[in-house]
């Protein structure tokens, strides 16, 4: 497709329920990053794929927060156990280069993610 | 500690009228400087974007911005807005190189009014 893709668009979830989130970068990125985006608030960096390994893991919260990229295209955020606190839209996005330093990053629309 | 601050939540401006969205950051690093930006119901997309070189770098639509190394700035102008101007404006920033990390403003909420 012609941009980064998400899904779902929205999600609700019971508390202690697992959900999985999925991303599909734009075709042939390199790089693939997760945000997590609370209300009123600006995207924090959850992790960081090149290709299909996981570079950087410092952003999740817990070791409920899973992500994996398998084959370096499609990406999977898992959170087991939700918690009310997990409430946020979760965003990916990919850039064609590896690492976020100079490289634009592409943004999809966003996984809102409600946990009652 | 690195940090990126956006101290305006929410700025009014009327059409055709000029506007700054101010960021500042904190660093004892190299930085790259971005401001995104995200209209009613779409994704974040960049608006521009300091790697190095001209301080000032411009975008397509009438934006642009300053990199100020001393007061560790990196403001945003318009001198006249538009209507389509209205989204939320997010100041991003990665800290070395490289960064695999990009740090987010809060976020500044640009509402045009006509």
């Known amino acids: 497709g012609a941009g980064v893709s998400q899904s779902p668009r929205y999600k609700v979830a019971k508390r202690g329920q697992d959900v999985a989130l999925r991303c599909d970068p734009i075709s042939g990125h390199v790089s693939l990053f997760w945000y997590q985006q609370a209300l009123g608030q600006g995207p924090e960096f959850l992790t960081y794929f090149q290709n299909e390994a996981q570079l950087d893991k410092s952003g999740l919260p817990s070791d409920r927060f899973f992500a994996e990229r398998p084959e370096g295209s499609v990406s999977t955020l898992k959170i087991q156990r939700t918690q009310q606190e997990d409430s946020a839209v979760y965003l990916c996005?990919?850039?064609?280069?590896?690492?976020?330093?100079?490289?634009?990053?592409?943004f999809g629309p966003g996984t809102r993610l409600t946990v009652l | 500690a690195q940090s990126v601050t956006q101290l305006d939540s929410q700025v009014p401006v009327f059409e055709e009228a000029p506007v700054e969205l101010r960021c500042n950051y904190s660093s004892s690093v190299s930085v790259y400087l971005f401001w995104y930006v995200q209209y009613p119901n779409q994704g974040l997309q960049l608006l521009l974007k300091?790697?190095?070189?001209?301080?000032l770098v411009e975008s397509i639509n009438g934006f642009e911005a300053e990199f100020n190394k001393s007061q560790t700035s990196f403001h945003l102008r318009k001198p006249s807005v538009h209507i389509s101007d209205t989204a939320e404006y997010f100041c991003?920033?990665?800290?070395?190189?490289?960064?695999?990390?990009?740090?987010f403003g809060t976020g500044t909420s640009l509402t045009v009014i006509p």
């Open positions: 300091y790697l190095s070189g001209s301080t």
């Open positions: 996005a990919s850039s064609l280069a590896g690492g976020a330093g100079t490289d634009t990053q592409y």
């Open positions: 991003a920033v990665t800290f070395g190189d490289p960064g695999n990390q990009f740090y």
